[in-house]
């Protein structure tokens, strides 16, 4: 591994990226960088990374589209989630438990780097199972995460009145839950925020309205041919949420992930009230209520429906009956990014090229600073690493070098 002492052998130089203005055809400038690391996509997967390697004193550049762009990262239910996680890919056990293990010193050191407090509540956490059925399929596929980690691995099934000693204001018709003390909350906000604040901070360059149009491999680097200018890189990290599909594209790969709808419905502020996070209403440090649970399968359609908002609500009442005086005083919907088995990707595409994404980016935040964004300063993603690979998809094309 390189680092930042290591500096005759680092294939990294450590300096700041330099900006460059060059005239093409004498009438357009455009503007030239040149970096060690290109992160594309600024969400809080990209940023975690670019986060990660300006710790590791590697100069990079963040390349972002502009606010219009479609984001998980400013619209999702801040969790920081363990239980279920690995049902479909054991190895994902292990590492999100791994993930909310460095979250306290992820949230610490952005406090004291950025002043920003990132609201990490790690108490445990509960998932309402609304019918006998709902919590006998919990019950079983507890039990299957479990038996396929092999490890400890603790967690309770709680029936009604089990439910109702944690939170009170349980509805009588709920069946039960499961819960664990590996789960909890954070503000996802706030930590995109630090994210952003801390790795300018560390010299990190972040350009927005820099959408990625182009990648070629030449004279031994990637160019990153953006709406804004050019960008050479050594390496780059394709860590831009649902746009990695088209940045797989210009690589030749095809990425396996594609939008899952979520619709959040907020309510007016509450006292706090529960000690602990919850997948269906959380409560977040400002005193608000996110409900929510739809997963649609509608593409990029970004809308908000009555009948699902009715639902939402309808689901939420049944879960907890004070809520049917409490207002609702907004309400969105947002895209996750889904790989066929809700795990994440971690692919070296193409020499020098890395995939990173997944669909927990909040619950992975500090694994990806802390763990992955090592990897491309290694210049590869470890063999332990090799089930989160796109080998696992069957059907994907692997790439021929680009030229
Ligand atoms: C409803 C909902 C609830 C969720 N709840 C949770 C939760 O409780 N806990 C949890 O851990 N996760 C949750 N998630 C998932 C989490 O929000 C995402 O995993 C995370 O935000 C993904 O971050 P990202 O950076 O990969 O993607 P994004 O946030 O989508 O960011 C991608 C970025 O890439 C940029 N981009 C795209 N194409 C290009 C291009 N060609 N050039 C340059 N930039 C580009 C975009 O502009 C964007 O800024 C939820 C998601 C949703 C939708």
């Known amino acids: 591994m390189h680092t930042a ?13 330099r900006p460059a203005k060059i005239s093409i055809l004498r009438r357009t400038t455009i503007m030239l ?56 890919l054991k190895e994902y056990t292990p590492w999100a438990m791994k993930a909310a293990e460095y979250w306290p010193e992820l949230a610490e050191r952005l406090m004291s780097e950025t002043s920003i407090d990132v609201g990490l509540m790690q108490t445990g956490g509960l998932f309402f199972c609304k019918t006998p059925e709902a919590l006998a399929q919990r019950v079983a596929d507890m039990a299957q995460v479990k038996a396929q980690f092999g490890g ?45 604040r801390a790795y300018g901070a560390l010299g990190g360059t972040y350009l927005a309205n820099n959408g990625v149009l182009g990648i070629r491999h030449v004279e031994g680097k990637f160019e990153v041919r953006t709406t804004d200018g050019i960008v050479r890189a050594q390496r780059i990290v394709l860590s831009a949420g649902l746009g990695n599909v088209k940045l797989g594209d210009m690589l030749g ?43 649609e399968d509608v593409g990029f359609d970004l809308s908000t ?51 990173v994404t997944c669909h927990s980016g909040v619950s992975l935040a500090a694994i990806h600073a802390f763990e992955s964004a090592k990897w491309i300063v290694e ?8 089930a989160f690979g796109l080998k696992r998809f069957a059907k994907t094309k692997r790439p021929q070098l680009v030229a």
């Not at 009170?168 to 952003?196: C, K, M, V, W």
Request: hydrophobic share 40%; proline share 5%.
């Open 253 to 295: 790969v095809e990425i396996p992930i594609r939008p899952m709808r979520g619709q959040i419905m907020v309510t007016e502020r509450l006292p706090q009230m529960f000690g602990l996070a919850m997948e269906q209403v959380r409560q977040t440090d400002d005193g608000t209520l996110l409900i929510g649970t739809s997963w």
């Open 305 to 355: 429906t009555d009948e699902t908002s009715r639902r939402i609500a309808n689901d939420a009442i049944d879960f907890f009956p004070f809520l049917a005086d409490v207002k609702i005083i907004r309400t969105w919907a947002a895209l996750r990014i889904l790989s066929p088995d809700a795990s994440p990707i971690y692919d070296e595409l193409v020499p020098g090229a890395f995939l």
């Open 5 to 17: 002492s290591d500096s005759h052998s680092n294939p990294f130089r450590c300096a700041r990226s």
């Open 33 to 88: 960088h040149e970096t060690d690391v290109a992160v594309i996509g600024g969400g809080l997967v990209g940023i975690a990374i670019a986060y990660g390697l300006a710790n590791q004193k590697v100069s990079s550049i963040v390349l972002d589209e502009g606010d219009g762009a479609i984001r998980a990262s400013r619209g999702n239910f801040g969790l920081v989630w363990v239980q279920g996680k690995g049902l479909l």
């Open 152 to 196: 400890e691995y603790n967690y309770d099934i709680l029936d009604n009145a089990g439910v109702r000693k944690m939170v009170p204001e349980i509805g009588h018709t709920i069946a039960g839950a499961s819960y664990s003390d590996y789960d909890g909350q954070a503000n996802p906000i706030r930590l995109l925020r630090a994210f952003h």
């Open 379 to 386: 210049g590869a993603v470890p063999q332990s690493m090799e």
